[in-house]
């Protein structure tokens, strides 16, 4: 089964089962700064959580693209990846554990879907804190589906001598506790599928299940997202109990292909096996594959821990870390392809950071595999020919990307020069090089540490090691230093609904007509932020904003304040709030039923909300005042506003 069809299926089975599709967004949150990406597909449903109705219904499903960054720099061992595909499904309030766990189950064993071997299944659950109890419920179900098909399923114990029955893992909060994506919001305790790789089962007299053996993967997730956490900590029931379930598509990829195989291929057979990479792992072999090294195969003494996948590695002195090269180079380029066809481009700033990362790291790793000169377009074209059928603004993007991609990787190539200029400058200096002057020059230039200590001739381990120390040293303060700075700048947003952001959502759309009546029609919505402390607006308009304009425009919003009009919700069909006139940045981004917040008598917009319920409630802030003006690109102009 290939991943299209598993893709097929997934939304197949739960349609069956009564869930809508809802559209996969882009990966840049809309209104939520809670997180620079989309990281899970839950992510745009939070303020449905809370009881808010959903306009396509309380029975949800989708495939939706996500990027996590937290492990950038493990990704090049067998599980960790940056960009992937999560399928999930949602109930908001329509039902509970039992259906959920259920469902899943019959998805991923049932021959007619993905027809797993149910052996193979194990389940981990949440032990219980102060905060919540030990999930006896999820234990019961889980009893009873082993149970249907035969197979004894106990409650691991590691009190117990004999665990050999154990199926139903209860595990703490750090492992079976999922949620909230920023400081406060929804969450809850959840219940995870396991797929067993080995071949005999698994033996739990000798170590304690999910370490990070791999033998285990983990394929979905069931949550079940009852509590709402509280910016004091504080865990409370939220109104409705719902589901959010999520799989990672490339495991379930790998368990699939591992199923056709029997469970009897190794270890290090991985994601980066399946059809989502054959394509352009074919190309970076072949830039790699060189005759003349062939005969050294044999006499390696790695050869045999490396899969068929990793043949042509073994060519290499250093197979393990070869291994590791293909697989950064396979996710970081692919994220690369998904980030920039959503509208990012390498900055240092944000989601451009990250970008710009991750373009280098798979440049840096392509040197170490032996490969000169750009490479990164022509991985990312193949990976657009892959995704275009599901993402068809793939092929619309595909210049821009390509011709981004290259440009970054040619810009790196002059960093490298100007950062080994940097490295002979420091050497002529006679001042004794230390691993925070190799910082300093990776931060300025983006120049690699592994480059520089190659520069500065350094080749011993433990020498390496010394600098790499320093390095991760300064590297630390400098984020900390950061991570002050992003404080503010992540808390608040959609994921939590407070009645200031609330405030600032309503704002936001007073503004948006104020600057249209003052402005003219041509201006629309090109991005929005809200925290708790300010709005910021992007909208499209070429010139600069005059004194009489800004403050013409605040005058509007203030007064439609002090009108104290209601702000009404509707929901309807897309198409009708289309002729209605409502405003809409991306119509193609939402589902056929949509929901409408309206101004009564000013404006109405397509928005998911959370919204007050008159406008009256924002004087309650105080007043509405721009506090700046400013270009952000060509035709695209940004205000930052407050109420205060
Ligand atoms: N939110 C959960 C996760 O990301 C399930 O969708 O794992």
Redesign the pocket.
């Known amino acids: 089964m290939n991943s299209l069809e598993i893709k097929k299926k997934f939304i197949e089975f739960f349609r069956s089962k009564g869930h809508k599709e809802i559209p996969n967004v882009p990966l840049i949150p809309e209104n939520d700064p809670t997180s620079l990406f989309i990281m ?3 992510q745009p449903l939070s303020p449905y959580f809370g009881g808010e109705p959903h306009p396509t219904g309380d029975k949800l499903v989708n495939i939706q693209r996500c990027v996590r960054t937290d492990d950038i720099e493990e990704v090049g061992d067998t599980i960790h990846q940056t960009f992937f595909e ?1 399928l ?1 499904y949602w109930s908001l309030g329509a039902y509970f554990k039992k259906e959920a766990i259920e469902m899943s189950f019959e998805f991923y064993t049932s021959q007619e879907w993905l027809g797993l071997d149910p052996e193979r299944i194990y389940a981990t659950v949440f032990e219980g804190d102060n905060d919540a109890p030990r999930d006896e419920e999820a234990i019961e179900i889980w009893k009873k589906i082993f149970k249907n098909v035969g197979i004894r399923a106990e409650v691991y114990d590691k009190k117990k001598k004999d665990n050999s029955s154990a199926r139903i893992f209860p595990l703490n909060k750090k492992e079976n506790w ?2 909230p994506v920023g400081e406060s919001g929804p969450c809850g305790p959840d219940s995870e599928f396991f797929y067993w790789r080995g071949k005999d089962k698994p033996d739990f007299s000798e170590f304690v299940p999910y370490d990070n053996s791999n033998m285990f993967i983990e394929i979905g ?1 069931d ?1 079940f997202m009852a509590y709402n956490k509280t910016k004091e900590g504080k865990y409370e029931p939220l109104k409705q109990k719902n589901i ?3 799989g990672g598509m490339e495991r379930i990829a790998l368990v699939c292909t591992l199923r056709e195989k029997d469970g009897s291929v190794p270890y290090n057979f991985t994601n980066f096996n399946t059809d989502l990479f054959d394509t352009p792992l074919s190309y970076l072999r072949s830039l790699v594959e060189d005759e003349s090294r062939k005969s050294t195969r044999e006499e390696n003494e790695d050869a045999e821990n490396i899969t068929e996948f990793d043949l042509t590695l073994t060519d290499f002195n250093n197979p393990s870390q070869a291994v590791k090269a293909f697989r950064v180079i396979l996710d970081h380029t692919r994220a690369c392809t998904f980030l920039v066809a959503d509208g990012i481009e390498p900055s240092n700033k944000d989601q451009g950071y990250i970008l710009r990362r991750l373009l280098r790291r798979s440049v840096r790793h392509a040197k170490l595999i032996g490969i000169e000169g750009t490479f990164t377009k022509d991985i990312a074209k193949l990976y657009i020919d892959k995704y275009k059928i599901q993402y068809p603004h793939l092929a619309d993007m595909q210049n821009k990307i390509l011709n981004i991609l290259e440009k970054e990787e040619i810009n790196f190539e002059n960093s490298i020069k100007i950062g080994a200029k940097e490295i002979d400058k420091l050497e002529a200096s006679g001042k004794k090089i230390t691993g925070k002057d190799l910082f300093n020059i990776f931060e300025t230039y983006g120049f690699p540490i592994e480059m520089a200590l190659d520069e500065l001739g350094i080749e011993k381990d433990e020498l390496r090691m010394k600098y790499q120390r320093e390095f991760d040293k300064a590297k630390e303060k400098h984020q900390e230093l950061s991570r002050k700075g992003s404080k503010g700048k992540f808390k608040g947003g959609l994921a939590d609904s407070s009645e200031i952001t609330k405030r600032y959502h309503t704002a936001t759309h007073l503004l948006l007509r104020a600057l249209q009546e003052v402005l003219g029609d041509h201006v629309h919505q090109r991005g929005s932020n809200i925290t708790e402390e300010r709005l910021r607006f992007d909208f499209s308009q070429s010139e600069q904003l005059t004194d009489e304009q800004k403050k013409e425009v605040e005058r509007l919003v203030n007064d439609k304040i002090k009108a104290g009009l209601k702000v009404l919700k509707k929901v309807m069909p897309k198409e009708e709030a289309l002729k209605i006139g409502a405003e809409c940045e991306f119509p193609e981004k939402y589902p056929d039923q949509v929901s409408i917040y309206e101004v009564e008598g000013f404006t109405k917009e397509f928005c998911g909300g959370p919204h007050v319920e008159n406008t009256k409630e924002l004087a309650k802030s105080g007043k509405f005042r721009i506090i700046k003006e400013e270009s952000v690109g060509s035709g695209v102009r940004r205000i930052k506003a407050v109420l205060q």
Do not use: P
Request: proline share 0%.
């Open positions: 899970a597909g839950m999560m999930g999922w949620g997730n949550v959010d379930f999520g």
